[in-house]
């Protein structure tokens, strides 16, 4: 069946550097692409989405990059703090099932002082 | 954004038991979701509860096992059925609104 997952399942970084996530799908159908955190005991937190009628969206120090040719989305974090510390997620969704996601596996983030 | 809530936080129950996973949101939504987080691993996708109908199942889940609630726009619920250690996970409610998707704190569950 379909499946969305990553690259690199945990992600070592110093304070200051850029930190990029990785997730491949594999439904061509897939239109609709976000990026979850997840901090301990805590449920995922919006970070940023991306339409498949795009191939960069930028918010606030993150970039998510959409490349459909390969089926690959990343996330960028610029200037990564002690903060970003947290598992990550890539979800993907179809127009035709708008709120039904499916999620990567995740990457678990630590960021260095 | 949505505000939601979760009751239970967390419990540890008994196998055999049912346990029932309320949530509540801060304001009216269409669209209300419950997603299991099996330890480790990432989210998955039990259910759409439907406000005056009977909920909708995804592939492997069944409503003798997962029986949901939603008898309004703000609140549902998600009852585990005769629960087994394979039960235990977190359960978290997701919402839509204003085209963004928002989740629950997550209700974390351990079966003995």
């Known amino acids: 069946g379909e499946s969305v997952g990553l690259h690199l399942p945990t992600l070592s970084v110093q304070e200051g550097d850029n930190s990029i996530i990785n997730c491949a799908y594999s439904?061509?159908?897939?239109?609709?692409f976000i990026w979850y955190k997840q901090e301990s005991g805590k449920g995922p937190q919006f970070i940023i989405d991306?339409?498949?009628?795009?191939d960069k969206r930028q918010g606030q120090r993150v970039t998510v990059l959409l490349n459909k040719t390969v089926k690959h989305l990343s996330l960028q974090i610029a200037a990564t703090q002690p903060g970003d510390s947290a598992v990550y997620f890539c979800?993907?969704?179809?127009?035709?099932?708008?709120?039904?996601?499916?999620f990567g596996q995740g990457t678990i983030l630590t960021v260095h002082p | 954004s949505a505000v939601i809530s979760q009751k239970p936080s967390r419990d540890i129950c008994q196998r055999g038991t049912s346990l029932t996973i309320q949530c509540q949101v801060d304001?009216?939504?269409?669209?209300m979701f419950w997603y299991r987080q099996q330890p480790g691993q990432s989210l998955t996708l039990i259910a759409t509860?439907?406000?005056?109908?009977?909920?909708?199942?995804e592939s492997g889940f069944v409503i003798d096992k997962f029986p949901i609630s939603r008898p309004n726009l703000t609140f549902s619920t998600l009852t585990v059925s005769n629960m087994s250690p394979e039960d235990s996970s977190i359960y978290l409610c997701?919402?839509?609104?204003?085209?963004?998707?928002?989740f629950g704190p997550g209700t974390r569950l351990t079966v003995l």
């Open positions: 997701s919402v839509v609104s204003y085209n963004e998707q928002f």
């Open positions: 439904n061509s159908a897939s239109d609709y």
């Open positions: 991306i339409r498949s009628n795009m």
């Open positions: 979800a993907e969704n179809r127009r035709t099932s708008y709120g039904k996601l499916t």
């Open positions: 304001s009216q939504v269409t669209m």
């Open positions: 509860a439907n406000q005056g109908s009977e909920a909708t199942y």
